[in-house]
């Protein structure tokens, strides 16, 4: 997956390892579990990702770690769509 595929896409806040720019601290942990939409990226840093929670709420993630947990769940998806084709197909 491309990063500009990812504009759009779910993304749930996890803790994460600073990196000295971007450092986890408490304005993040509100988010930890939290659905959020991701809408961009910071336009000097690309490689963080800016997630809005809703309501105002909107928090820059590292982009790896953004693109890692989309593709995962792009895969658990797939499989899941698999999954159910199969079970209608058993019926």
């Known amino acids: 997956m491309e990063t500009k595929d990812l504009i759009g896409k779910e993304f749930t806040g996890v803790k994460f390892e600073g990196d000295g720019r971007l450092i986890y601290d408490t304005s993040y942990k509100k988010f930890q579990g939290k659905i959020g939409k991701i809408i961009n990226f910071h336009d000097k840093y690309p490689e963080y990702t800016n997630v809005d929670f809703g309501s105002g709420n909107?928090?820059?993630?590292?982009?790896?770690?953004?693109?890692?947990?989309?593709?995962?769940?792009?895969?658990?998806?797939?499989?899941?769509?698999?999954?159910?084709?199969?079970?209608r197909l058993t019926r």
């Not at 982009?63 to 769509?81: F, G, P, R, S």
């Open 58 to 87: 909107k928090i820059h993630f590292p982009t790896e770690l953004v693109k890692k947990q989309v593709e995962e769940n792009d895969i658990t998806e797939d499989i899941n769509v698999v999954l159910a084709r199969i079970e």
